[in-house]
């Protein structure tokens, strides 16, 4: 026997073995087909050496089989004879089914993003404020969202919430203000809480003033913004924004808000989301998804951290893989300090547009070094939001502490956001096994303003993608959603180029400090195979290989060879999930 029939055979006994492995009682028509690219290897596979092929078999929720249509639909016919003692399904007996992708288009593994807020984007889309010139603009649109809903018009009591005014692209750079809500007759008197686009700073009507007196004189690890005669303008910024009160959500906003995300998730090829910051209340409503089987995407939840609270983590139960393996909350998220855009980021040296102040710490560094050991512990992965330079170094020190105790690298610990790092705690953060979590439309956003901000120096180590790899990190992408564009590919094409979408970067049409761009391997790897990694699914997830589920995009084009200012126009085909077309159709 030829040595490629050798292979060939080896090849079916492990096909059967998968089918047995993965066979459901009481199932005997499991879905099968072979999905396969007419105009050759156009299936991006992502495994350890990114190969390409024409086709992938899907059996019953999974992959069992990759290769040319000749090898797979032989290896299928063959399957049964090799192992008469594995009883086989119906279908197994018959010609394998072939759906054949559109002739440009390219099939990915399912898009994963690594940090975004899944409740929150939904609340976004009813009333969103990103992109609105200046803070009139945003009472203008404020009062339009009052007028077009006559519940909300006839009840001056009714809670209203935006999201998304960003003060940083303003003409003037300056906070808005209550008074300035007051001053339409349509918006006066309404309880209004309007959030940043960055999360880290809240607007607020001079009725939910009214409510929060009377105010502290200070808030750790965050500020009420006053006067020049220390009266509270209306904006609050990061702790300082736990004072505003709020309505309890019911069922029916939840759920609103939650169908709104995943509406548009699946649009966008998004199969997985790793949620930043489960409270409570969300954190219950998604096992109560969980519990009835029927989330329509993967969530991969972070577990709010109470600091004001008794430590919980040897108390919290963590979730793994339940509602058929669409869920897991087995993460802690801890906020170390600010935003960047906000001035709340805590650096090791003053700002340069506001020398009067280095940023805040949110949690002191002895909490932080108490907490974050043990929580890993008690086997909690440990994701810190640590942006500026003096907070990712006090996060690493707890980290490289705890290694006393526990494997860190073995939990996965994570930084959100890394921003910026010195050189130095590059190099540690790759040697502790500490993933970088990034948002790379977040670069193409602050580069307008972060030389301002920072320097001409430091700003060098801000969104230093390729430093970070070289360094031996280990990064992951996400949005942040909705304080960016939910559409993965604006990330991978943010992460390859540094340019805006139209092509404009401070630095010229070759990228804001295009040395440190990603390759499209590297890119593709940080939305599929790297989330996978840092949500411990990894073996079920994150490439397209046989055992693994069948989680894949159809694109109209193929992101990995045309030219880079044509990324932004593919158009998702379909988005499936567990081999079954969650959006689109094959």
């Keep these: 026997m030829s040595r490629i029939s050798v292979e060939s055979c080896a090849v079916t006994i492990i096909i059967a073995a998968v089918l047995w492995i993965f066979r459901k009682p009481g199932v005997t028509h499991p879905t099968s087909y072979a999905l396969c690219s007419k105009a050759g290897a156009n299936i991006y596979t992502v495994d350890g050496g990114n190969s390409k092929v024409e086709c992938i078999v899907v059996h019953d929720s999974r992959i069992l089989d990759t290769g040319s249509h000749d090898a797979v ?18 279908d197994s007996e018959t010609a394998l089914k072939t759906i054949y992708i559109p002739e440009n288009a390219i099939v990915v593994p399912g898009l994963s993003d690594s940090h975004a807020h899944v409740l929150e984007y939904g609340a976004n889309r009813i009333l969103p404020l990103d992109g609105v010139k200046d803070s009139t603009a945003v009472v203008h649109r404020v009062r339009d969202y009052i007028k077009s809903n006559p519940d909300v018009l006839k009840n001056k009591t009714h809670f209203i919430e935006g999201w998304g005014w960003d003060h940083t692209s303003w003409p003037t750079e300056k906070w808005p203000s209550a008074a300035e809500l007051e001053s339409d007759p349509v918006c006066r008197g309404r309880p209004i809480v309007l959030q940043s686009k960055d999360g880290h700073a809240l607007w607020v009507s001079a009725r939910i003033l009214e409510a929060m007196s009377p105010l ?18 209306g904006v609050l910024l990061d702790n300082a924004q736990d004072l505003v009160p709020r309505l309890p959500l019911t069922e029916e906003d939840l759920d609103r808000r939650f169908k709104l995300t995943v509406k548009d998730a699946l649009a966008k090829g998004l199969t997985s989301v790793h949620d930043a910051g489960f409270d409570p209340v969300s954190l219950a409503f998604f096992k109560r998804y969980a519990q009835r089987g029927n989330l329509p995407i993967r969530i991969y939840g972070m577990t709010y951290f109470n600091e004001s609270g008794e430590y919980q983590g040897n108390k919290l139960q963590k979730v793994i893989d339940a509602g058929n393996g669409r869920f897991s909350a087995r993460s802690i998220k801890i906020f170390a300090d600010g935003a960047l855009r906000s001035g709340g980021a ?4 003053p700002y340069s547009d506001n020398p009067g102040t280095s940023g805040f710490m949110r949690l002191s560094t002895e909490l932080l070094n108490e907490v974050i050991p043990k929580f890993l512990k008690d086997g909690w992965q440990v994701n810190v939001h640590a942006i500026g330079d003096r907070a990712n170094g006090i996060v690493l020190d707890a980290f490289e502490s705890a290694l006393k105790d526990v494997d860190v690298s073995a939990l996965r610990p994570r930084l959100e956001h890394a921003q910026i790092l010195t050189r130095s705690d590059m190099k540690r953060l790759g040697r502790l096994g500490v993933m970088a979590s990034v948002q790379p439309t977040h670069a193409i956003s602050d580069m307008w303003y972060a030389e301002n901000r920072l320097g001409p120096e430091r700003v060098k180590m801000l969104y230093a993608f390729r430093t ?7 990064i992951t992408l996400g949005s942040d959603f909705p304080v960016e564009d939910l559409n993965p590919l604006s990330g991978f094409y943010a992460a390859i180029t540094r340019l805006s979408p139209d092509g404009r970067s401070p630095h010229g049409p070759g990228g804001w400090f295009p040395e440190e761009r990603l390759t499209r391997e590297e890119a593709l790897r940080g939305m599929t195979i790297n989330p996978a990694y840092a949500s411990f699914t990894e073996s079920s997830l994150g490439s397209l290989e046989p055992g693994k589920r069948a989680d894949y995009v159809v694109l109209s084009q193929d992101i990995m060879t045309i030219p880079a200012e044509r990324i932004l126009e593919t158009k998702v085909l379909a988005t499936v999930l567990d081999g079954t077309p969650a959006y689109g159709e094959l």
């Design 346 to 349: 805590a650096l090791y040296e």
């Design 468 to 474: 970070l790899i070289d360094s031996g990190a280990t």
């Design 216 to 233: 502290p004189e200070t808030v750790e690890g965050g500020v009420i913004v006053r006067n020049e005669v220390g009266e509270p303008t």
């Design 73 to 90: 639909t032989e290896r299928w016919r063959l399957n049964n004879q090799l192992l008469p003692g594995i009883e086989p399904s119906t």
